[in-house]
């Protein structure tokens, strides 16, 4: 039903303006205080969220006298509203599952104060999602507690439906689901940048085995090529273990400590600490192949463990303080060779 064509609403509608215009005429009404200031303002956040076609449905027993709610709407710019009525729960779901509506007015005894949490609950298991203002004409914790439950705004006046809080009210509703659909939008967004940046560190780190594996067959050409008659393996290049390699005992978890470390604070003041690390790989007689490829294995498992953080971040780092370590451990190698 649509306001402008509703006769029933029409009759305050030309006191009202008749008033306005009073209103208007007056010399008081050039300057403007500060509580109009605060009126002015508090219209234009309005404005900001409920739109010019502006669609409510009240639920009540009567049939409400909206006028002056539709007044109220039309001075801060919704000129069009459709404010449409429903005088039980199963009309009110009916057209709920026909129509979709920007904010719903249920008066809180419609059904009785002590069902309304039933009705608010079905309303949320019929899939709608609209905002919600309950109004009752006096204080009631089970409404208070339903409407909290249920994420509706609980408005105690005995004007009802004629409060000048009403609108605000509505301004409010309108205003938490925005930020609450801001807020899923921001998660789901987040999600799918942690999902991108997984998968962009998982596929670094399969670049980096692969180069591991080529470093291997610059080691042992000959492995890498299938002898006559025989089909070609699928990975014909030797598996080392980390095992196999006599990495001292203490040096995976002091290399642990060392990547995560470095990830938080960058190189800064760790390079005694890596210089002390590479001498020791270099005095273990591990290859820079080995030591490359213990580095992505404390790499992955640090990668695994951050939860929902980013993972860009912890590469970047783990990049820099491999390459710094591949440095000093070529250092070494130099030192021990030139001895």
């Given at each position: 039903m649509n306001v402008q064509d509703d006769e029933h609403n029409q009759t305050g509608a030309a006191a009202f303006a008749?008033?306005?215009?009073?209103?208007?005429?007056?010399?008081?009404?050039?300057?403007?205080?500060?509580?109009?200031?605060?009126?002015?303002?508090?219209?234009?956040?309005?404005?900001?969220?409920?739109?010019?076609?502006?669609?409510?449905?009240?639920v009540s027993?009567?049939?409400p006298e909206w006028v002056g709610f539709a007044l109220r709407l039309d001075a801060i710019g919704c000129e069009e509203p459709r404010l449409e009525w429903a005088s039980n729960a199963e009309e009110m779901l009916k057209l709920l599952s026909n129509h979709s509506y920007d904010c719903l007015l249920i008066q809180a005894d419609v059904e009785g104060r002590h069902n309304c949490g039933e009705l608010l609950q079905a309303i949320?298991?019929?899939?709608?999602?609209?905002?919600?203002?309950?109004?009752?004409?006096?204080?009631?914790?089970?409404?208070?507690?339903?409407a909290c439950e249920f994420q509706a705004e609980?408005?105690?006046?005995?004007?009802?439906?004629?409060?000048?809080?009403?609108?605000?009210?509505?301004?409010?509703?309108?205003?938490?689901?925005?930020?609450?659909?801001?807020?899923?939008?921001?998660?789901?967004?987040?999600?799918?940048?942690?999902?991108r940046e997984r998968d962009e560190a998982e596929r670094l780190l399969n670049q980096q085995?692969?180069?591991?594996?080529?470093?291997?067959?610059?080691?042992?050409?000959g492995e890498f090529e299938p002898s006559a008659g025989e089909a070609p393996a699928e990975q014909s290049v030797p598996e080392v273990s980390m095992s196999d390699a006599q990495i001292p005992a203490d040096i995976p978890e002091y290399y642990h400590e060392l990547l995560r470390t470095y990830v938080?604070?960058?190189?800064?003041?760790?390079?005694?600490?890596?210089?002390?690390?590479?001498?020791?790989l270099a005095a273990a007689r591990l290859t820079s192949r080995q030591v490359l490829e213990f580095h992505l294995e404390?790499?992955?498992?640090?990668?695994?463990?951050?939860?929902?953080?980013?993972?860009?971040?912890?590469?970047?780092?783990?990049d820099l303080l491999a390459l710094e370590m591949m440095v000093h451990l070529g250092e070494c190698y130099q030192k021990r060779l030139s001895e």
């Open positions: 008749d008033f306005a215009e009073r209103q208007s005429r007056s010399p008081q009404s050039d300057r403007l205080s500060p509580t109009d200031d605060s009126q002015a303002s508090s219209e234009q956040n309005h404005s900001s969220v409920i739109p010019p076609r502006f669609r409510l449905l009240f027993n009567q049939r949320r298991v019929s899939g709608c999602d609209e905002p919600i203002v309950l109004v009752s004409p006096v204080p009631d914790d089970r409404l208070a507690l339903a609980l408005l105690v006046s005995p004007a009802g439906w004629d409060s000048p809080a009403l609108l605000d009210y509505v301004q409010r509703a309108l205003w938490v689901q925005q930020l609450q659909e801001d807020h899923h939008r921001l998660q789901v967004e987040n999600h799918r940048r942690l999902v085995r692969s180069m591991v594996e080529q470093l291997q067959t610059l080691v042992y050409p938080i604070m960058g190189s800064g003041s760790l390079k005694d600490e890596i210089i002390q690390i590479a001498e020791l404390c790499v992955e498992t640090i990668v695994r463990g951050l939860g929902n953080r980013s993972s860009r971040h912890v590469m970047s780092r783990a």
